[in-house]
């Protein structure tokens, strides 16, 4: 008769540099949306049109703008670190450096295509999030058999 175990462990190491790439991305991504993005628009007054079309405007909502939307990335990066896959927070990086680049595309497109560093604070902290998430918790595991004797 053969019985096996399994061990199964985290390296410290993974967990605390997946804790350190999320919290940096996350305050990346919500320093980011405070910042001015383009002709001197703070992310948080950016509408939501410099997605998707060249003539972007400032707007009041904050929430309905790419900075609200960064700052919600932020967050849902964040909350990422609660699953152990860390699939979340990868996504919300991936998000994040999609919205970035659309951005950065319909600005170069326009008139005045000045970026800022608020933009760029953004990306930064999206690819950071999406590392984080790519370096998610990974279990090793080590199969041990032993033979038993049947008397």
Same mark, same amino acid.
């Given at each position: 008769?053969?019985?096996?175990?399994?061990?199964?462990?985290?390296? !410290?190491?993974?967990?605390a540099?997946?804790?350190?790439?999320?919290?940096?991305?996350?305050?990346?991504?919500?320093?980011?949306?405070?910042? !001015?993005?383009?002709?001197d628009?703070k992310? =948080? /007054?950016? +509408?939501?049109?410099a $997605?998707?079309?060249?003539? @972007?405007?400032?707007?009041t /909502? @904050? $929430?309905?703008?790419?900075?609200?939307?960064?700052?919600?990335?932020?967050?849902?990066? =964040?909350?990422?670190?609660a699953?152990? @896959?860390?699939?979340l927070?990868? =996504?919300?990086?991936?998000?994040?450096?999609?919205g =970035?680049v659309?951005?950065? $595309?319909?600005? +170069?497109?326009?008139? /005045?295509?000045?970026?800022?560093?608020g933009?760029?604070v953004?990306?930064?902290? @999206?690819?950071?999030?999406?590392?984080?998430?790519?370096?998610a918790?990974?279990?090793?595991?080590?199969t041990?058999?032993?033979? $038993?004797? /049947? +008397?």
């Open positions: 008769m053969t019985t096996h175990a399994h061990a199964r462990h985290a390296q !410290p190491i993974g967990i540099s997946r804790l350190l790439l999320t919290t940096l991305g996350a305050a990346g991504l919500v320093a980011g949306a405070f910042l !001015p993005w383009t002709r628009i992310g =948080v /007054d950016l +509408e939501w049109r $997605v998707y079309h060249s003539s @972007s405007a400032s707007t /909502d @904050s $929430v309905l703008s790419i900075g609200g939307g960064a700052v919600l990335l932020g967050l849902l990066a =964040v909350l990422g670190l699953e152990r @896959s860390g699939w927070t990868r =996504v919300a990086g991936a998000l994040g450096v999609i =970035v659309l951005v950065i $595309v319909n600005v +170069e497109r326009s008139t /005045d295509h000045g970026l800022q560093w933009l760029w953004a990306l930064a902290g @999206s690819i950071l999030c999406l590392a984080a998430g790519m370096s918790m990974r279990e090793t595991a080590r041990t058999t032993r033979a $038993v004797r /049947d +008397e």
